[in-house]
């Protein structure tokens, strides 16, 4: 079983509907998770980050979080053709200081 | 802002060719990372490195090496190169007890 698994898509989602990512982790002890946006030939950036159980929101994005599935997802409400990105889930190791990251989900906002 | 920066955007080698890539952050920041994304698996960690002349294995040490002789500059080795190596290789930095990594563009590496 991979550490972190994400559908890899390509989701295609109408401009003005909501996308939703979804991920899922299989070391129990990790407390701290994120979801990273990467355009096409560009850097990973970070959008979101949730280290306690329920939703977070910032703006059109929500994370979820629930540790006792091990499960992560990242909505995104009205999206925009903007988002059309990859979208990496990512996962502090239990007690490391470094990541283990999903292959990533493609979306595609159709205007 | 913070800023990484890697030598090169890309890089055509031969295979049994020394390469070095390098990584510079500008932020005092601890750690260091590198990483490799190829379509399909995301990004594996190569090595990663939390304070100067250290460093720790990742999740596909083999083929590579690290140097890191100055806080800021992070360098990855691939003594000989070969063409399973072809990848885009990302570097990222963040602050030790902070969780947010910060990514340099990355260096596209092509091994003929």
């Known amino acids: 079983q991979k550490e972190v698994e994400q559908n890899s898509g390509p989701l295609s989602v109408p401009e003005g509907a909501i996308a939703s990512l979804n991920c899922t982790y299989s070391?129990?002890?990790?407390?701290?998770f994120f979801w990273y946006r990467q355009y096409s030939g560009k850097s990973p950036e970070l959008i979101m980050s949730?280290?306690?159980?329920g939703d977070k929101e910032d703006g059109r994005f929500t994370a979820q979080l629930n540790k006792a599935s091990q499960y992560v997802s990242l909505l995104i409400r009205d999206s925009q053709p903007s988002d059309s990105a990859t979208y990496l889930c990512?996962?502090?190791?239990?007690?490391?200081?470094?990541?283990?990251f999903g292959p990533g989900t493609r979306l595609s906002v159709l205007p | 802002d913070v800023k990484v920066t890697q030598s090169s955007r890309y890089l055509v080698k031969r295979t049994g060719e020394k390469v070095f890539l390098e990584c510079v952050q500008d932020?005092?920041?601890?750690?260091m990372f590198w990483y490799r994304q190829d379509p399909g698996l995301g990004l594996r960690l190569i090595y990663f490195?939390?304070?100067?002349?250290?460093?720790e294995k990742g999740d596909i040490p083999e083929g590579y090496s690290v140097s890191r002789e100055k806080k800021e500059r992070f360098s990855l080795i691939l003594e000989s190169a070969s063409t399973n190596q072809t990848s885009m290789y990302l570097c990222?930095?963040?602050?030790?007890?902070?969780?947010?990594?910060?990514f340099g563009p990355g260096t596209r590496l092509t091994v003929l």
């Open positions: 990512a996962v502090l190791r239990g007690y490391g200081q470094n990541f283990v």
């Open positions: 070391d129990r002890v990790s407390q701290s």
């Open positions: 949730i280290y306690s159980n």
């Open positions: 932020m005092d920041h601890e750690n």
């Open positions: 490195s939390y304070d100067v002349k250290m460093k």
């Open positions: 990222a930095s963040n602050r030790s007890g902070t969780r947010e990594q910060f």
